[in-house]
């Protein structure tokens, strides 16, 4: 079973909305991914930056819905804007894991060594889920509070018993694996820039293939490439096993008789 | 079925930033041939960085002449005294039919009249000019080594004096693409760069299929992934199988029907 860990829904961000029905959306992500043969996608929220309340609910919403209309193949997360009041924040994020979302994703409306971070990181780890983190070592282009590698090993610091997937690995490069070596409760995901030849085998390297999660950034990437850098790595089977879906399965809490279908 | 693939973008040797796997002649053919690579147009690495291309096109051109998928390509600096001597070696001694410049980590304009010469030249004996609009991502670059990628503007200007030359860009993104090919029957890109969800199907809505270039860059990057957008693409065969090899056969057919006899 192949399992990606990170793909964005399409969306319309000038309309604040999905490209089409959630059954449409739905439809069109499981036809290109099956033409990869991806089996499950995580999806992570965010249409556009720095939403409002309102806008949470709505990102969440779309994502609960686009769930619900696959929810044999689609998996969740909650997306959350750390700027606003930590009692809304934790609220929604309640919230939408009661509904049947997995867990949180966080882009860059807040850097992670931000001490706004701890209260949700702090329900994660009560919640038994995990955050799924933005992060990218940038010489040009940073966006503000952007975070790099060294944040998200600050953050896996202070919350150790937090399980967090630091996404795009060949952006964070051999230095950001380094950063987060040390942190087993962080997991990497193989998305990020271009497919840069011996990095996945580099985190197997140093992390283990138990902490390398498949992810492949789509539609803003193709589904095919990106499994391509797990399929073209140098790797044993039973790693790439892992890394394509094992790992991601314990993440979601997959039940190991849906894993072996 | 995707028949073997031509591979306009292969290189061979070190990059000081990375820890490339694959480290010779016979390494690089096996590996390409288990990907599915039936012929692979390979650069020297060093010439990037290194002043005078010959000294590693040397040892590359050595170490390729057992390799018949492999197809040795020369890089010039046109800013360099003694580019037509060692031009002229490399094709006469050498049999090599591809040049590949580096404008940007060379330090020189696409405009400069000694590019101009060097394309006259090139037309004259019908060889094509591969041009590297970048060999990284730009924002992944070590920060006292940061090298823009070349004006796809400037290329498609070069293409448009001299309309007889062939020109294939490198490493192109996705938002170069139509820049560089529009209006232009002599420019092609390739794959390596480019990527979106269902990349070949939405590049060959935004530019003619048969401008479009297997590469992989490979071993800059992973092989895979530029096989994977071909073989997984949701088109004809007939446009997979195109862009897999036959753009670049077509390609090389036009520019050298004589000298080229693998092609």
């Known amino acids: 079973m192949i399992i990606d860990i990170h793909v964005h829904p399409p969306a319309v961000p000038a309309k604040r909305s999905l490209i089409g029905t959630p059954g449409e959306t739905a439809a069109r992500m499981l036809a290109a991914a099956d033409r990869a043969g991806i089996n499950a996608l995580c999806i992570l929220g965010r249409f556009w930056p720095y939403p409002d309340e309102e806008g949470i609910r709505q990102i969440n919403d779309a994502t609960l819905a686009l769930v619900r209309s696959r929810p044999d193949r689609l998996y969740g997360l909650c997306f959350l804007n750390p700027t606003l009041p930590a009692r809304f924040l934790l609220a929604e994020l309640d919230r939408c894991l009661d509904a049947g979302l997995r867990g949180v994703k966080l882009e860059y409306e807040v850097n992670a060594r931000d001490a706004r971070l701890d209260p949700i990181l702090k329900k994660v780890t009560e919640r038994g889920v995990f955050l799924l983190h933005h992060a990218w070592y940038k010489t040009v282009g940073k966006c503000a509070h952007e975070s790099d590698p060294s944040d998200i090993a600050h953050l896996a610091e202070r919350h150790p018993r937090a399980q967090i997937v630091m996404a795009h690995l060949t952006a964070c490069g051999m230095r950001g694996v380094l950063d987060i070596q040390g942190f087993e409760n962080v997991w990497v995901d193989t998305s990020g820039s271009q497919p840069f030849s011996g990095m996945v085998e580099y985190a197997v390297n140093k992390l283990g293939s138990d902490r390398v999660l498949f992810g492949s950034d789509a539609p803003i990437r193709d589904f095919a490439a990106q499994l391509g850098r797990v399929q073209g790595a140098q790797l044993t089977e039973a790693q790439r096993r892992r890394i394509l879906g094992g790992n991601a399965a314990r993440l979601l809490k997959l039940d190991a008789g849906r894993l072996s279908q | 079925m995707t028949p073997g693939f031509i591979d306009v973008n292969v290189s061979l040797g070190t990059w000081p930033f990375m820890d490339f796997r694959i480290q010779t002649a016979a390494a690089l053919a096996k590996h390409l041939a288990a990907e599915g690579i039936a012929q692979a147009w390979v650069s020297a690495v060093e010439p990037i960085l290194f002043t005078d291309p010959d000294v590693h096109d040397e040892q590359l051109f050595s170490s390729l002449a057992r390799f018949p998928s492999l197809f040795p390509v020369k890089t010039i600096n046109p800013l360099l005294g003694g580019w037509r001597a060692s031009l002229e070696r490399a094709l006469k001694v050498h049999r ?146 195109s862009v897999a090899c036959g753009n670049a056969r077509t390609l090389g057919s036009r520019i050298a029907p004589k000298m080229d006899e693998i092609l």
């Open chain 2, 96 to 241: 090599v039919r591809r040049v590949k410049i580096h404008p940007n980590y060379h330090q020189f304009a696409l405009n400069d009249p000694r590019v101009d010469a060097m394309a006259e030249e090139l037309v004259r004996r019908g060889i094509p000019l591969l041009i590297q609009m970048r060999v990284e991502d730009e924002r992944n670059q070590h920060p006292l080594m940061q090298v823009p990628g070349v004006p796809a503007e400037t290329v498609s200007d070069l293409a448009a004096n001299h309309p007889a030359l062939k020109v294939v860009a490198l490493c192109a993104y996705r938002g170069e693409a139509a820049t560089l090919v529009a209006g232009r029957r002599n420019v092609w890109v390739d794959l390596s760069f480019i990527e979106c969800q269902d990349t070949l199907e939405t590049l060959c809505g935004e530019i003619p299929a048969d401008r479009i270039l297997f590469g992989s860059n490979t071993p800059f990057l992973y092989t895979r992934p530029a096989v994977m957008k071909v073989t997984h693409a949701g088109i004809a065969a007939r446009i997979r199988t």
